[in-house]
């Protein structure tokens, strides 16, 4: 059984910064790429970012790329998101997932997913 846990999340004015971070149960993180997506209300899950097993290979959505940064810690269980100069539309619930030993933006490619941690972004 895998289990992600989400941490970070909170009230941040806009042009701050947050870091997340997902913790994961298991032995086998490091063969695992890893995502973050987020979904605000009304809307479909939204990929943000992703690193692959082993952190040499990043994407980010357009949305977010030059202000986020994704990085992992295979030997701690944990992947970051790094936020900054965040944006009212970045407001959303933030997951992190499991995947294969790839980066994808896809949610269907993803197994595993933690309960999400609540980002809202205030002017």
């Known amino acids: 059984q895998v289990q992600l846990v989400e941490s970070g999340g909170g009230l941040v004015q806009a042009g701050g910064s947050l870091r997340l971070s997902c913790a994961a149960s298991g032995s086998t993180f490091g063969i695992y790429a890893m995502g973050w997506f987020r979904q605000a209300p009304g809307k479909e899950r939204a990929f943000v970012a992703a690193v692959n097993w082993s952190g040499g290979s990043t994407s980010y959505a357009d949305s977010v790329k030059g202000r986020f940064t994704i990085s992992r810690e295979n030997g701690k269980n944990t992947v970051y998101l790094q936020m900054n100069s965040l944006k009212l539309e970045d407001t959303a619930v933030y997951y992190c997932?499991?995947?294969?030993?790839?980066?994808?933006?896809?949610?269907?490619?993803?197994?595993?997913w933690g309960q999400g941690t609540q980002v809202t972004v205030s002017s």
């Open positions: 997932a499991r995947g294969a030993g790839y980066g994808s933006s896809r949610p269907s490619d993803y197994n595993y």
